[in-house]
């Protein structure tokens, strides 16, 4: 029986970094993986989305071009060649990732992993019957499913998750899409680009809740102007299927609103991939399916860690990668310091996007904080109102006394990438008079970072 320093279980963004890490630091290392390295972000999440939401957005500027006098005669689509250029994408980086293994020298072992003891893990690949391997340390990464609700079972044709949405080949007249968080968000925007009619139905009284309620705000005002209905604080309450058409009836605001489409997305959340991976006998804690770590990534059996999705929220690709690193270097005796999640950005990619970190103005005066804002409209920047993105906001949350970036909140073209220059200054401790001392390029549509941390400081000069 072939012995390691750690067994990875899942390669995913977080167990494939964690694993390649581990080689560096030269412990001996193993990857176990059911599917194609890369987990749900690479093949099944993140990146396919991505490439749909990139076409999406081509074909809607397309749409808009003789604004910027481009005349455009016979535009149309052909959705079977966007879905297949997604596809071309997740395949070309999975492969891109059993090359990094191959390149640290880290064997990828095709298979479901099971903990059969505190230093084993017995792995079962179809057709080719059971092994078993040992190592010091085992590193659970398997990641999450998407959840369902009773009585929309998914039939891959008319009732889809996002899974089949990113292998459907064919865009629908109208759509329901039941959830307003990230994923239900970014193929809203998708669908309603290519023309789909689409309805966004969300519990909570604001689209993706949990950010700014200004961001929320901003985001239901742009997908009404783009034609997308958004009801929340709604809820699915029946449905009937026939067939070309889905019958939905929702509850909304005390009333009962009933709305015809061709299919129905469920985006209601993820569920941990925990089941039958032998956990309990080892006595792993669990919470809701939910793997329990300290900030080290540490679960309850001394040699088992857990990093990603399987813990819980930020549910975030870039945090698995994160939480592997460090779960890595602290079982290998590199580090002490555990993983701070206030520093890992959320982002949102549709169009306007969105990118948050750290707390709302909200979540600050409930903390105690005596908070000041400071805030930037891109209507107010050059560089977005020449590209045509004037939608949108930067808003910094400020400790009053200290200027410390207590959080940031972005909503506009190009937000996921601004985001990464507070991720640095949070980082670094830098206060907004630190940011607003910073030249920024000119036109740029990061000066609004600047700008906003001008404003909170009452010396604000463009708006």
């Keep these: 029986m072939e012995r390691y320093d750690l067994v990875v279980i899942g390669a995913g963004p977080g167990g494939y970094v964690a694993a390649i890490r581990a080689a560096q630091l030269g ?79 880290v064997p990828l072992i095709a298979g479901t992993g099971r903990l059969e003891s505190k230093n084993r893990v017995v792995i079962e690949t179809p057709g080719k019957g059971t092994q078993q391997v040992e190592a010091d340390r085992i590193l659970i990464a398997t990641g999450s499913k998407e959840r369902t609700l009773p009585g929309l079972e998914v039939d891959g044709k008319q009732i889809l998750t996002s ?67 958004v009801l929340t604080g709604a809820k699915y309450h029946s449905v009937e299927k026939f067939p070309g058409r889905v019958e939905l009836v929702i509850e909304s605001e005390g009333d009962l609103k009933r709305r015809t489409a061709n299919k129905v997305l469920v985006a209601v959340g993820r569920a941990p991939l925990s089941a039958g991976l032998g956990l309990e006998a080892l006595g792993v804690e669990l919470h809701r399916g939910y793997i329990k770590v300290d900030e080290r990534m540490r679960t309850t059996c001394d040699t088992v860690y857990a990093i990603g999705d399987i813990n819980g929220p930020p549910l975030l690709a870039h945090a698995a990668s994160e939480e592997g690193i460090v779960a890595v270097e602290c079982l290998a005796g590199k580090r002490e310091k555990g993983v701070d999640h206030s520093h890992i950005p959320a982002c949102v990619y549709a169009q306007p996007e969105v990118a948050v ?104 000069i463009n708006f």
Excluded at 177 to 184: D, E, L, T, Y
Excluded at 392 to 416: N, Q, R, S, W
């Design 27 to 105: 412990l001996k290392t193993v990857v176990v993986e059911k599917d194609r390295p890369g987990g749900v972000c690479l093949n099944w999440g993140c990146i396919p989305s991505k490439a749909l939401l990139t076409s999406a957005e081509l074909y809607e500027n397309l749409k808009e071009s003789e604004r910027h006098g481009i005349k455009v005669n016979g535009l149309s689509f052909d959705y079977a060649q966007v879905i297949k250029r997604s596809r071309e994408v997740a395949d070309r980086l999975a492969k891109g990732v059993e090359f990094l293994l191959k390149k640290n020298r």
């Design 163 to 229: 899974y089949e949405a990113l292998v459907d080949t064919e865009m629908p007249d109208a759509i329901v899409i039941i959830g307003g968080g990230a994923v239900g968000v970014e193929f809203a925007y998708i669908y309603s680009a290519f023309g789909c009619r689409v309805t966004v139905v969300e519990m909570e009284k604001q689209l993706l809740p949990g950010v700014d309620i200004e961001v929320a705000r901003e985001l239901e005002k742009a997908f009404k102007k783009k034609g997308i209905e």
């Design 357 to 460: 970190m750290g707390l709302t103005e909200e979540q600050a005066r409930e903390k105690g904080y005596e908070v000041k804002i400071g805030k930037f409209p891109f209507l107010a920047s050059g560089k977005a109102i020449a590209a045509g993105h004037e939608e949108g906001f930067v808003k910094l949350v400020v400790d009053k006394e200290y200027g410390e970036i207590l959080g940031c909140h972005i909503i506009g073209h190009g937000a996921t990438d601004l985001i990464a220059e507070i991720g640095l200054a949070r980082a670094l401790e830098a206060t907004t008079t630190e940011i607003a001392g910073t030249v920024h390029a000119h036109p740029t549509m990061s000066e609004a970072i600047m700008e906003a941390a001008l404003n909170a400081e009452g010396r604000g």
